[in-house]
Each structure stands twice: as structure tokens, then as C-alpha cells.
């Protein structure tokens, strides 16, 4: 039975680690030859750096190569060919898809892609589906707006091509799609941590509907870390009474890396697709070893319209000592994507990776799932303020639960915070990417 | 115990699939029905062969 398999690719995902090395390679040295061929804005790149097509021979010469980062990717743009300028490495009209960032960090770069690219990208998400344990039977709902965002539009379409039944929750409202969920008995979703956590706060509170109660019982994870975060995944998992498991994909890259069904607190990188190389985030030393955390530098072996080919994502991730029970030799990341190189910040001269806080908030059982950090200055020196709400019925226990939360920040942050407690329903709520980090000594300074 | 997978011989229709569907598109120059959906065709086949021609080509000179 072909639902009995355990994996997507049964030769791709066991390859002996030797020969991922020479697939990695060899379509390395394909790309390159691509990009060069047919782009003038990575043809001019790799000239500047005195490297042909020919000069790439081994994994010592791929680092020779000449980063590519978002804002290079921003410049092109708007040029000539309209709009994606000289990245294009396809004649326009065989473009089938636009696409954009989310501009978070400034902004958005638009994306091309052909009807090859999306064949691609929906591979890349059947290898995560299929490791997650999505089968035909299952009923996917997924609650994403379909837009200009890539977000979850590779994952209908790869959840399409395992042959599931897919329900687009489109336009819906929470309150909608639950009902929904609720009246063709789903099996599985996908969303981001934060919407995963309102739509429970939602059902329960909105529509007195148990969440655990419905048929869900897998969600697959994006665009945040949390899923990888133990305490924020335990929550995910309660509430719902499903398995939730993490991805980690991006527009200008594609997706990655995915959690298997072995939960092995970490997330496999597909190697056969993508090469993944870490970089120390002050010198820049290429890290091999694991425990050693790095910023990700990574190409896409395969895209064709708009090559990524050592991208500088700023993802801080880590390899992780260990293989997986699961069998696949793709390597682990530890822990998944731990943040982003451009969200650590210096506090009262202290490194702060914003997911550390939510590990403590989300670790006590008194607390609401959503919090806000405000960084300011009084005079010279840094302060930090974290609110919270506290879950109705625990009111009583305010002292005991700031005690625990500062406990609980000081361990995993080094910092002393300042805890304030909103009622319950206070704080702002996101339907997407949440934005609880506000650093406000960066105001009227920053306008990258 | 499954049966071992012969990539060659898969390998082997995935390339034969891939010649016939280029004949297909030459042949719909002026026949947009045809020739779109042989496109089509075209980028399944090559997830196939990234996902098993790939494999097998590894000990091959580029």
C-alpha cells in the first residue's frame, strides 16, 4: 500500500551521506552554469569575483562565491525586465506565477516563477506533507488568505498532489472557518503558530466549541518558530489534540525543511534539494560542526526563473549531533529556525533572541498565549518590559506566576525584565506573522 | 521485504515519456491546446527527474 510508505522519496531521503554530498555537487555546478548562462545580474557577480562556471569543482570553491542578499534583490527590481529586473533567468512570458515577501524587514522582493517552479515548489511540500503522515484520506483545511504571499499556496497544492481533499479557507473569517472545519470534519491544517493559538482562543471563546473535540489531528507549521518551540508546540498540541509539527520555507528559497512524524526536535533539511552552509554571525567562519549556532546561507538547487543561489537568509539555526530514528539521512537543525541574525538585539549589552522569551511565556500554565517586549532607554541604559495576560481563574495567582515568569527569563535570557498583566483579551491579536517585538530605541534612528 | 527499485529502468521510461511529450510540443507549434498541455507535461516529467534521474547520474562526467 502505497500510504504505508514512509517516505516521499524512499532513495533521495536514505542516500548514504557520501552521495548527498555528490548530488549536492553536481547540481550546484548545474545552477551555477544556469544562473550564469541566463542572467546578467549573477553573470556580472560572479565575474566581479574572478569565477566562471568552470572554477567550481568543490564544496571549498562553492564558498568562493559571492553572497546574495535581500537587498540586492530590492535594487534589481522595478528594472527592466518590469518588474524583476536582471535575477530573471527566463524569457518574461514564461513567467506563470508572481509572488512577494512579506516585508517584514523592509521593502517586499517579488518573486517569479515558472509552471516548472511551481511543479518544484509543490515537490518541496509533498516531501513535508508525506513525512508529517498526510495521506489521501486526509481532509486538509487550510486557513490562509491567498494572496500575494507564498505562504501556504505550495502546500494546497502538494497536499492536492498526495491526494488529499483540500478545503481553501479563504476569505472566511476564524469564527467561519471553524465552523467549517467543524462541518466537513477536517483532518489536518496548516498555519502559522500565532493563528493556530487564536483560532483555539476563538473556538473556545467565541463559539464554545472544544478545539481538542474537532477532527483535527495533525497541523503542519509556518512562518514562525514556534513550533519548534517545546512549550509553544505543547500548547499548539493541546489544544487542538493534534500533532503539530514545524517547516521552515521562505519566497525567494523555497521550503526547505520539514519535521518528521518522530517529532526528533529538530527539522530535516532536504538536502537533495536545497544546499544549507552556516556562517559564524561575527566572522563569518564556515560551520560544520553541530552545536555551534550560525546564520544560513542556501541555495535552492533547482529554481529556475529566479536562481537562490547562496542566499544570505539570516535565519540562526544550528546542525544538530544527532540523526533521526526516522531513518532519513537528510541532516537536523536543531531545535528549527532559532531566529533571525537581524531580530538578535544587544540589551543592557546582553545578545536577546526574541524566541527565548516566548519559550517562558508560553511554559506557564497561568498565562495567555500572547505577550509584547518594549525595549527603551531611560537616560543611557537599556530597559526591558514584557507584558502578559493572565488566563481568567488565575488572577489570584499574579505574584506566584511573575515570580515563576521572572525565573523563568532571567534563566533563559540572562535579562531582568519588567512584567505588566493586561486582562485577558488586551493585547493585540494577529491573524498571520505576529510583531510582539517593539525596540524602541530604534525610533526615528532606523528606517531601513 | 520490498522489492528492490531499479532506477535505470525507471529512468529509462521517464526518458522515453520525455522524448514523446517533446514531439507532442513540436508537434502543436499552431495547436496552443496541445502544446500548452505538453508544457505542462514537460515540468511533471522533470520532478521525476529530479527526484530519480538526478540519483542515478551522479557517477557521470557533466
Known amino acids: 500500500m502505497i500510504a504505508d510508505q514512509k517516505y516521499w522519496n524512499p532513495v533521495l531521503e536514505t542516500l548514504p551521506r557520501e552521495r548527498i554530498r555528490d548530488l549536492q555537487l553536481k547540481k550546484f555546478k548545474r545552477i551555477f552554469q544556469w544562473a550564469y548562462d541566463h542572467s546578467e545580474f549573477h553573470r556580472n557577480l560572479y565575474q566581479k569575483a574572478g569565477l566562471g562556471p568552470g572554477d567550481i569543482r568543490s564544496f571549498e570553491d562553492i564558498r568562493r562565491v559571492p553572497k546574495v542578499e535581500k537587498a540586492m534583490m530590492r535594487e534589481i527590481q522595478c528594472k527592466d525586465p518590469f518588474p524583476y529586473g536582471d535575477a530573471l533567468c527566463v524569457p518574461l512570458e514564461e513567467v506563470t506565477a508572481f509572488r512577494q515577501t512579506s516585508g517584514t524587514t523592509g521593502q517586499p522582493v517579488y518573486q517569479p516563477d515558472t509552471w516548472q517552479d511551481w511543479e518544484w515548489w509543490a515537490e518541496c511540500w509533498s516531501y513535508i506533507l508525506w513525512a508529517q503522515g498526510y495521506r489521501a484520506k486526509d481532509r486538509v483545511f487550510i486557513p490562509f488568505g491567498y494572496n500575494v504571499f507564498v505562504a501556504f499556496w505550495a502546500g494546497h497544492y502538494a497536499a492536492e498532489k498526495i491526494g488529499c481533499e483540500v478545503i481553501p479557507g479563504g476569505v472566511l473569517d476564524t469564527q467561519a472557518r471553524i465552523l467549517k472545519i467543524k462541518e466537513l470534519r477536517a483532518t489536518a491544517m496548516m498555519a502559522t503558530p500565532t493563528y493556530i493559538l487564536g483560532m483555539a482562543d476563538t473556538a473556545r471563546n467565541k463559539l464554545g466549541i472544544e478545539p481538542s473535540e474537532l477532527s483535527i489531528n495533525k497541523i503542519t507549521c509556518a512562518g514562525e518558530p514556534g513550533a519548534s518551540i517545546p512549550s509553544t508546540k505543547k500548547r499548539m498540541e493541546t489544544a487542538w489534540g493534534a500533532r503539530v509539527y514545524d517547516h521552515a520555507g521562505a519566497t525567494e528559497i523555497g521550503a526547505w525543511s520539514y519535521e518528521c512524524r518522530n517529532q526528533p526536535g529538530g527539522i530535516h533539511v532536504n538536502e537533495a534539494f536545497f544546499l544549507v552552509e552556516i556562517e559564524d554571525l561575527q566572522t563569518g567562519e564556515f560551520i560544520q560542526e553541530p552545536g555551534r549556532r550560525g546564520k544560513m546561507i542556501i541555495t535552492a538547487l533547482d529554481r529556475q526563473a529566479q536562481p537562490c543561489i547562496r542566499f544570505d537568509a539570516k535565519d540562526v539555526i544550528e546542525w544538530d549531533p544527532n540523526s533521526c530514528d526516522c531513518g532519513r539521512t537528510f541532516r537536523l537543525i536543531k531545535g528549527g529556525v532559532l531566529g533571525r541574525s537581524d531580530d538578535i538585539t544587544k540589551v543592557k549589552g546582553v545578545l536577546l533572541a526574541p524566541a527565548a522569551i516566548e519559550a517562558a511565556v508560553r511554559g506557564i500554565d497561568g498565562l495567555g498565549d500572547e505577550y509584547e517586549v518594549v525595549v527603551d532607554k531611560l537616560g543611557d541604559m537599556d530597559r526591558i518590559k514584557l507584558k502578559v495576560e493572565l488566563i481568567p481563574g488565575s488572577e489570584d495567582s499574579a505574584k506566584a506566576i511573575e515570580a515563576q515568569l521572572k525565573d523563568q527569563l532571567r534563566l533563559k535570557t540572562n535579562l531582568a525584565f519588567r512584567i505588566e498583566f493586561y486582562d485577558y483579551g488586551r493585547l493585540p491579536r494577529y491573524e498571520v506573522k505576529a510583531k510582539r517585538f517593539k525596540d524602541l530605541r530604534k525610533k526615528n534612528t532606523n528606517n531601513k | ?62
Open chain 2, 1 to 62: 521485504m520490498d522489492d528492490p527499485i531499479d532506477l535505470n529502468s525507471i529512468n529509462a521510461k521517464i526518458q522515453g515519456i520525455k522524448k514523446t511529450t517533446e514531439e507532442l510540443k513540436h508537434l502543436g507549434y499552431n495547436f496552443p491546446a496541445l502544446s500548452r498541455n505538453a508544457d505542462r507535461i514537460l515540468a511533471s516529467i522533470k520532478m521525476l527527474e529530479i527526484n530519480i534521474t538526478d540519483c542515478i547520474d551522479l557517477d557521470s562526467p557533466e
